[in-house]
């Protein structure tokens, strides 16, 4: 499949190309500048292709933070209507999962973000039998501390362990390691896109997890 991949769910403004069997890939962590540097970053990864020529779009859903997913959503939504595509909402924080067990010996990781007033989005994804990155459990959001994981072993990624340096000893036991990856790349999103359903633009709902966030100030 032809698919494009975006990710601004996070500090990083990350884009992906698979075209035919050829995957690129376009990665910058600039904290607050993905209005100015997304466009810009498509435009430069379709090299002259036309979004028709597309299959689909694979957005990374989320969490994080508010603000960054809601331009993801706005530009991925445009494309999406003007080509008369479909958008294949995939989990931000799997997207890292994937990524750390792909160069791991663990088959469990943990994945926390910040998700500001001393809280954390926390997500525990597997390896299955195929070698396939699954969601272990569902994600959730959290206050810093003591988090309720039922598995030992788990390889630990994500931003919020540096921003809360006391989420590790707190959480130690089940903790194999840390891994130096924080946020998502949209080339990890593409991983992920088979197992995940396609719907119209106008049908997504970005994972916000607190609902607070969404809602209209009176």
Not at 53 to 72: K, T, Y
Request: hydrophobic fraction near 45%; charge should be negative; include cysteine.
């Amino acid at each position: 499949m032809n698919l494009l991949a975006i990710d601004t769910s996070s500090n990083a403004c990350s884009v992906a190309l698979q075209f035919d069997r050829d995957v690129t890939e376009k990665h910058v962590v600039e904290p607050r500048e993905h209005t100015r540097l997304l466009m810009p970053m498509i435009t430069e990864i379709l090299a002259g292709r036309a979004p028709a020529e597309l299959d689909a779009i694979v957005l990374g859903n989320g969490p994080g933070s508010f603000i960054g997913m809601r331009i993801g959503a706005s530009v991925a939504q445009g494309i999406a209507h003007a080509a008369g595509l479909e958008i294949i909402p995939v989990s931000s924080m799997a997207a890292v999962a994937s990524e750390v067990l792909a160069g791991a010996d663990e088959d469990r990781a943990i994945v926390a973000q910040d998700a500001r007033m001393s809280e954390v989005y926390v997500g525990v994804y597997r390896r299955n039998e195929a070698g396939a990155v699954v969601h272990d459990g569902d994600e959730y959001i959290h206050v810093v501390g003591s988090l309720p994981l039922q598995s030992n072993g788990l390889l630990a990624a994500g931003g919020a362990w540096k921003r809360y340096p006391e989420l590790l000893p707190a959480n130690n036991a089940k903790i194999s390691g840390l891994s130096s990856i924080e946020y998502p790349r949209a080339y990890f999103l593409l991983t992920l896109a088979d197992a995940a359903g396609a719907l119209p633009p106008d049908q997504l709902v970005p994972a916000y997890l607190r609902s607070k966030v969404a809602e209209r100030p009176a």
